[in-house]
T-cell receptor, first 115, second 116 residues
Framework: EPEVTQTPSHQVTQMGQEVILRCVPI?????FYWYRQILGQKVEFLVS????????KSEIFDDQFSVERPDGSNFTLKIRSTKLEDSAMYFC?????????????FGPGTRLTVL | LAKTTQPISMDSYEGQEVNITCSHN???????ITWYQQFPSQGPRFIIQ???TKVTNEVASLFIPADRKSSTLSLPRVSLSDTAVYYC?????????????????FGKGTLLTVNP
């Protein structure tokens, strides 16, 4: 079964540093998402992306965050200057279609630890 | 999106059938009910989706009464590996609108612990 992959599985960084989290969505999917989950809390939506543009972003997704699809297979989330509170699991997801009911396939996540 | 309410946690034993009920009193006519499962340190995974009556797949069954104000996820003969958080989500099922992705809004879910 096709799956979403994410690298690295764990990233440790110093506060103020830039990090790039990478995702390879399922190949025929056109809609991409980033979510995050702080330890012990809910899964929170960050941003959705289609046709090389952000479709929607949450309040969490401020100017420190950016997303990019640099080529035909990768989808990246960049945090320019990490803060302690950015420590969380970051999940990439993709879907074939954009409807709410269309299944979103999640990757295994990247655990980001900001020291 | 309709607000959902589900138990914070449930305990079960291997081999038992587990039913997790979700309340969604304000469900709209065009809303569907979707359940996701999340294992520790993994991303959520789609389990099942339905609109009314009963839906069954290889993993679970979903029972939705006629008034659709609640739904019950049924897991037959659970094993230790079914220990996970189960999320009930309610939202409108819409056709591809050419770019308006629909985000998923997760609640706290139900932590199901299956004991030996």
């Amino acid at each position: 079964e096709p799956e979403v992959t994410q690298t690295p599985s764990h990233q440790v960084t110093q506060m103020g540093q830039e990090v790039i989290l990478r995702c390879v969505p399922i190949s025929n999917h056109l809609y991409f998402y980033w979510y995050r989950q702080i330890l012990g809390q809910k899964v929170e939506f960050l941003v959705s992306f289609y046709n090389n543009e952000i479709s929607e972003k949450s309040e969490i997704f401020d100017d420190q965050f950016s997303v990019e699809r640099p080529d035909g297979s990768n989808f990246t989330l960049k945090i320019r200057s990490t803060k302690l509170e950015d420590s969380a699991m970051y999940f990439c997801a993709s879907s074939e279609r954009a409807g709410w009911g269309d299944t979103q396939y999640f990757g295994p996540g990247t655990r980001l630890t900001v020291l | 999106l309709a607000k959902t309410t589900q138990p914070i946690s449930m305990d079960s034993y291997e081999g038992q059938e587990v039913n997790i009920t979700c309340s969604h009193n304000n469900i709209a006519t065009n809303d569907y009910i979707t359940w996701y499962q999340q294992f520790p340190s993994q991303g959520p995974r789609f389990i099942i989706q339905g609109y009314k009556t009963k839906v069954t797949n290889e993993v679970a069954s979903l029972f939705i009464p006629a008034d659709r104000k609640s739904s019950t996820l049924s897991l037959p003969r659970v094993s230790l590996s079914d220990t996970a958080v189960y999320y009930c989500l309610v939202g409108p099922f819409r056709e591809d609108s050419g770019g308006s992705n629909y985000k998923l809004t997760f609640g706290k879910g139900t932590l199901l612990t299956v004991n030996p």
